[in-house]
């Protein structure tokens, strides 16, 4: 058995001295350079799909996509699209370019108005009208993101996708194919442990009736467009393609939600059928020959037979040690975990280790005793030490895969690592409102200039053979 690790990074979330307020595509080849020094073997993102509605604030959340084979134009590197003619022009966008990246967190609204700004004025001096202006920019992004990819491949680094279970229901594919969506009602979850009214994500449900007619083939245009750049692939709530959390559209929050199917006895036979014919499992290739690793987001209140169905058809569930499976338990053991799963020490909705640790000392005193086996008081905060004890635990797992966040790794080093410890949470699922704006405190330069991380994170990945 092979075993191998990875690194868990929004795009947004990159910081650089290239770029402008916000994580770009071409910030990718930096930080596989990273990879490459410390021996991780792949990065993981979260959805890069265009979102614009209104370039405000909505627009952060990156699982609203307003197409799904649409990149989002927010993470263009400017220059490397065109160099303004006018200098005094090209002056003052630098002048912004510094002034936003020097922001502690990613302003999206401002970024945006910027970047578009400057994009406009850049096809205007190069195209005119033709091509129209979206189709310039995605043909930018294309190119921009392509780039980034082949450096992946040539540095041996994989890149891994995160394909959203909903769509916006202003999208053009809703408005494409609006019979394949259910417009009347919205997706989201039922009540649980991260939100006590549930969560409406506001996408339309899906037609599955309607959508089988055709032998699934809007889903697998998806999955397609996500072959040109990924090597692997997660699947958002895999849950939906067995069964969803359905709200009837204008209902006070989504505890007045239902499942659809109703039906449990249809469940494992629907996600079946829909899951192999949209992903070609268990044989799905690629275009260049390789298979395609397909993981599944298997999180919270997880149908009997949703397990078995990912094992039969080779998909990688998702084990998170303070999450475990068996409800009986605390926590998990990593060491415990199937072959056939990613382990993460969280995930985007959670805190880091260092806030999880701060967030509710009872739990963390047991977890320094229990899964740690310390015997002395658990120290106040998640010191550097416990940090590194706790990623050589999740290194040291049966998992095929292990994929940290950034911050995780980055919380060994006690010189390096940010203050603000609940600052690096990236998204809190209870709040509908919530703003995606972490961004990484230190620079990718300064995370390739830190040997002493780099060594210590080599070392781990090569003691646990990852």
Known sequence: M??????????????????CGIGEFLDLKKLADWCVATGLKLIQILPINDTTTDGGWSDSYPYKSISTKALHPIYLNMEKVGVLKDENEMQRFQELKKELNAREFVDYPEVFRVKMDYLQKVYAEKRGKKPEFYEFLQQQCDKQLSEAVDYLHAKGIMLKGDLPIGVNRDSEDVKQHPHLFNLDMETGAPPDAFAAQGQNWGFPTYNWA???????????????????????????????FFRIW??????????????SPADPKTWEIEGRKRLSAVFDLPTAETRQGKSLLICGEDLGMVAPCVPGV??????LSLEVQRMP???????????????????????????????????????????????????????????????????????NSSSQWVILPIQDYMAMDGDFR??????????????????????MHQSLEALLDNEKLI???????????R
């Open 455 to 465: 060594l210590m994170l080599k070392n781990i990945i090569k003691n646990y053979g």
């Open 246 to 259: 359905e709200i009837p559209k204008g209902s006070p929050d989504a505890s007045y939600g239902h499942y």
């Open 418 to 439: 940010w203050d603000n410890t609940w600052e690096e949470q990236i998204n809190e699922p209870a709040d509908p409102k919530w703003r995606w704006k972490f961004r």
């Open 325 to 395: 499976k068996n409800s009986s338990r605390p926590f998990s053991d990593p060491r415990e975990n199937p072959y056939l799963s990613v382990d993460t020490t969280g995930t985007h909705d959670m805190p880091t280790i260092r806030g999880w640790w701060e967030q509710n000392r009872d739990i963390s005193a047991r977890f320094y005793h229990e899964m740690l086996l310390h015997t002395d008081n658990p120290p106040y905060f998640c010191e550097p030490c416990i940090c590194r004890e706790i990623v050589e635990q999740h290194m």
């Open 210 to 240: 309607a959508m089988e007619k055709d032998n699934f083939q809007w889903w697998k245009g998806r999955a397609e467009w996500f072959k040109k750049y990924f090597d692997a692939l997660r699947i958002d709530h895999i849950l939906g």
């Open 310 to 315: 990912m094992r039969e058809l080779g998909i």
């Open 2 to 19: 092979n075993y191998y690790s990875g690194v868990a990074v929004p795009v947004f979330s990159l910081r650089s001295e290239e770029s």
